[in-house]
């Protein structure tokens, strides 16, 4: 599909850049100053609890919300002022699936292809394209009500691709999904980008993030509270931690006075694991630990050096974890999810 009247993004622009926006639900400020800048041809990740404030971000940068404040430009056009220019720029996958239940995989697509100005043969060519590449080519006939729920995950992703928009708005695209489902669709979002999309994606899961994201903005109670790639948020809560499991349980104690001697840190101890955990500044001395524990003549089960996970990042910076903060949205994320927050 050609777009009328718009340059073609390319890979040096920039698809997203958000300024201060934010949103007021009566007296829930679901969004409250966020800004965020996504270069064209990447995978863009927003991670944060239900209720922080990712959902009415993306609704406001794919124009279905006016912002209360800021602004937003998609691939430099505003969404406010230029809306129809950004509508032609972007597709949106929203959380809960968006086909029709009473038609079959193909029918959808046909209809929102015609809906997109295709003619007949080329909205059934593009139905037929878009089946295969899902792998749904099987159930195509098949009426949705006996489809699975990453099935019809899958074919709402289709659905929202039949533009081949160059910006791809994902709010929690694998939610509910089983683990087989989620890594069929982690591997189609990097295709999608290796064939020149950029996608903004919202989750709640921090593999999810750390799998897909060149870089991830951590949203809480509605405000961006870190940005970075992977590496950069994890280097920034401190050091890659050593792990350590001795054989023979008589020698922890040694083998932690080892640890603590060699790398001059203080060591965490859990007796009944007979594993021992320490801060790593500096890798170059894992060798000089693992001589010294040879020389004592304690063997070793089990060593790694482990980077601080996006779990700890997260808690480090918002005093909670992802999963915590969830269970605590209550009665306000509540009414702020009835608006699709």
Aim: aromatic share 4%; glycine share 8%; hydrophobic share 40%.
């Amino acid at each position: 599909m050609e777009y009328k009247n718009v340059k073609k993004p390319n890979n040096g622009d920039w698809a997203v850049e958000a300024n201060g926006l934010v949103k007021v639900f009566g007296d829930n400020k679901a969004v409250d100053g966020v800004n965020l800048n996504v270069k064209a041809g990447t995978i863009y990740g927003v991670l944060g609890p239900n209720g922080a404030g990712k959902t009415t971000t993306i609704r406001m940068l794919a124009t279905l919300l006016r912002p209360d404040a800021g602004s937003a430009r998609i691939f430099g056009h505003d969404v406010q002022k230029e809306s129809q220019i950004v509508r032609q720029l972007i597709g949106v996958t929203g959380q809960y699936a968006s086909v029709d239940e009473s038609l079959s995989a193909t029918e959808n697509l046909i209809i929102f292809s015609r809906l997109l100005g295709l003619g007949r043969a080329e909205a059934r060519k593009k139905a037929a394209d878009l089946l295969e590449e899902f792998g749904l080519t099987e159930a195509a006939k098949r009426p949705l009500k006996n489809f699975s729920g990453g099935m019809r995950r899958r074919l709402d992703l289709a659905a929202s691709l039949i533009a081949q928009p160059p910006l791809i708005f994902l709010d929690e695209p694998t939610t509910g999904l089983d683990p087989r489902t989620r890594a069929q669709m982690w591997d189609t979002i990097r295709r999608l980008v290796n064939t020149g999309s950029t996608v903004l994606l919202t989750t709640q899961y921090l593999d999810e993030a750390d799998q897909l994201a060149d870089r991830i903005a951590v949203i809480d109670r509605g405000h961006v509270v870190a940005e970075g790639t992977v590496d950069e948020l994890k280097q920034s809560v401190g050091t890659s931690s050593l792990h350590l499991r001795v054989q023979n349980p008589s020698d922890i104690q040694i083998a932690q006075h080892t640890v603590e001697h060699v790398l001059q840190v203080q060591a965490t101890l859990t007796s009944e694991a007979a594993k021992i955990t320490a801060p790593m500044a500096n890798a170059d001395l894992v060798t000089d630990l693992l001589i010294a524990l040879r020389e004592k003549g304690i063997t070793l089960s089990e060593v790694s050096v482990q980077k601080p996970t996006l779990d700890e990042v997260f808690l480090t910076i918002t005093g909670h974890g992802v999963e915590e903060k969830t269970q605590e949205a209550g009665t306000e994320t509540k009414r702020a999810e009835a608006v699709n927050v």
